[in-house]
């Protein structure tokens, strides 16, 4: 990769700007950390394409205008967001899933560029509300998500793989922190919990009924290696619009979750409730993800709890203790003769090679991105078969992080756990909601990769904090009070008068 001087730079501007984006009070410095970000992509991008590759890009007249017409279209998105700010959660909502093949700097990916764009339109809306002195609440909540991004950024410095981590800077951790900072100073309003709900499980039916004809009619996008597994396989496994069965399965586990949380809460009906269910499961089920149910029962058990008394959630978690007990005894009964590897998939080499890296780096670990190729080189090291990422959210910060990313990551859970509790005191649905995607999202990845590359995470931590700083429903709501008028004094009759009208 050339001038890693510039991308370590960048990344040092990136973690400043999502410092001021994120935690100060004044609306300057929200600005200059909105431009600072700004700089930085542009600085990343410069260094992953080099003249000819971003020459390629813009080289016939078709791409001119599509770039031409997207610029457009970014700036009517922030024309729409400036007069009607409080539509923005739900737009970045609906744009979230979807991802772009795109081929540069000879490499396929896929990216999120409907998010990206979006996005955009919504940062410069925000900065032409600050420019114009709107009210924008403080966010010093965020400082958890700040710190996180900010160590993440620095250790690009010390990356062993500065190309993937100014990937993942690039396109995730930066983007992710502007997020944040876009939901926190989005105005709140009453109905935002219903639309949000109403919008993710309709993506989420969407992609079901998708799902259940890729199965009839074996097509799907986006997905090569899963065809090619398909077709090897017993069975066959849809993905969607996602380029991987198990996040297709995490995205409709999510929606189930959400879906009983208004049961639970009496917000919708029993019958509308069940038939969604009915259809989400049907989706999933086709996409044959162990780590989706796993985080799909941890989700139910964990909106059921927080939604029931004290009594009946005893209840719930012997009975669960007593599933939970008996699903291992069986799996270890069947399995117990097989060595470690098969039970689990080759995920047992992918955490010893992972572990490996963590001893030899404990403090700083090996930087961002460069887990991956330092997992790899202990797989070559110790003769294991695979060396691959080690697929576990936790162990991959530990990795390139070490024990100060540990130390980032408890402050990271603990800011979002109290955002989720604090908006959970202005409305329990959303409060709830909000908690449960979070946790399906990190259960899911602790057993498959994905947590912080996942837009719905720092989406939750974001509108979480926007119901946080709002001023509260009640106060905004309560009317002016009136003065009562003093009733007149009744004067008493006179006690003559009183034996005149007895005489009579």
């Avoid at 420019?131 to 400082?143: C, G, K, Q, T």
């Avoid at 979750?257 to 038939?275: H, I, N, P």
């Avoid at 709890?305 to 978690?317: E, H, K, N, P, V």
């Avoid at 999202?441 to 996942?454: A, K, N, P």
Wanted: proline share 5%.
């Amino acid at each position: 990769m050339r001038n890693e001087v510039v991308a370590e730079l960048a990344a040092l501007l990136g973690a400043l700007g999502a410092t001021l984006a994120l935690v100060p009070r004044a609306r300057l410095a929200l600005v200059a950390g909105l431009v600072v970000i700004a700089a930085a992509e542009g600085m990343l991008g410069a260094t992953l394409l080099d003249g000819d590759e971003a020459r390629a890009l813009v080289a016939s007249p078709p791409r001119v205008g599509l770039a031409v017409a997207c610029v457009l279209v970014v700036f009517a998105g922030a024309f729409l967001f400036v007069r009607f700010p409080a539509v923005v959660p739900v737009a970045l909502l609906l744009a979230a899933p979807f991802r772009i093949p795109i081929e540069a700097a000879d490499e396929k990916r896929l990216l999120l560029l409907p998010l990206y764009a979006v996005l955009t339109s919504a940062a410069l809306a925000l900065a032409y509300r600050a420019v114009r002195r709107e009210d924008l609440p403080p966010s010093r909540l965020l400082a958890g998500v700040a710190i996180f991004v900010g160590l993440a950024a620095v250790s690009l410095t010390w990356s062993q793989d500065v190309r993937s981590g100014t990937i993942s800077l690039a396109l995730v951790l930066f983007p992710f922190a502007l997020l944040v900072a876009v939901l926190a100073r989005t105005p709140y309003r009453e109905w935002l919990p219903r639309r949000l709900a109403e919008a993710l499980v309709a993506l989420a039916s969407a992609f079901a009924l998708l799902g259940l004809w890729q199965l009839r009619s074996k097509d799907l996008f986006f997905a090569r290696d899963v065809e090619a597994a398909n077709a090897n396989a017993g069975f066959f496994r849809v993905t969607a619009v996602f380029n991987d069965p198990s996040i297709y399965g995490r995205f409709l586990a999510v929606a189930i979750v959400v879906l009983l949380v208004a049961l639970w809460l009496g917000r919708m009906s029993l019958r509308s409730g069940l038939a969604l269910i009915a259809l989400l499961a049907a989706g999933l089920f086709f996409a044959y993800s162990q780590s989706s149910l796993v985080a799909l029962f941890v989700g139910v058990l964990a909106t059921t709890l927080a939604t029931s008394g004290r009594r009946r959630r005893r209840m719930i978690l012997a009975a669960s203790a007593v599933l939970v007990l008996t699903t291992v005894g069986l799996v270890f009964a069947i399995s117990r003769d097989d060595p470690l590897r098969r039970v689990t998939s080759g995920r047992s080499d992918l955490v010893a090679n992972t572990t490996e890296v963590i001893r030899e780096h404990p403090v700083f670990g090996v930087g961002i991105g460069a887990e991956r190729r330092a997992s790899r080189e202990q797989a070559e090291a110790h003769g294991r078969r695979l060396g691959k990422a080690s697929h576990t959210a936790v162990l991959t910060v530990a990795a390139e992080l070490g024990a100060l990313g540990i130390a980032a990551l408890i402050v990271f859970f603990v800011a979002a756990g109290a955002l989720f509790v604090a908006a959970r005191t202005r409305d329990e649905a959303l409060g709830i909601g909000l908690g449960a995607v979070f946790l399906v999202i990190f259960v899911h990845s602790i057993f498959y990769s994905g947590f912080f590359e996942d837009p719905l995470v720092w989406g939750t931590i974001g509108v979480a904090a926007a119901a946080r700083l709002a001023r509260p429903a009640v106060e905004a709501a309560r009317p002016t009070p009136t003065p009562t008028p003093t009733p007149a004094r009744v004067q008493p009759e006179p006690v003559t008068a009183v034996r005149r009208s007895t005489r009579a």
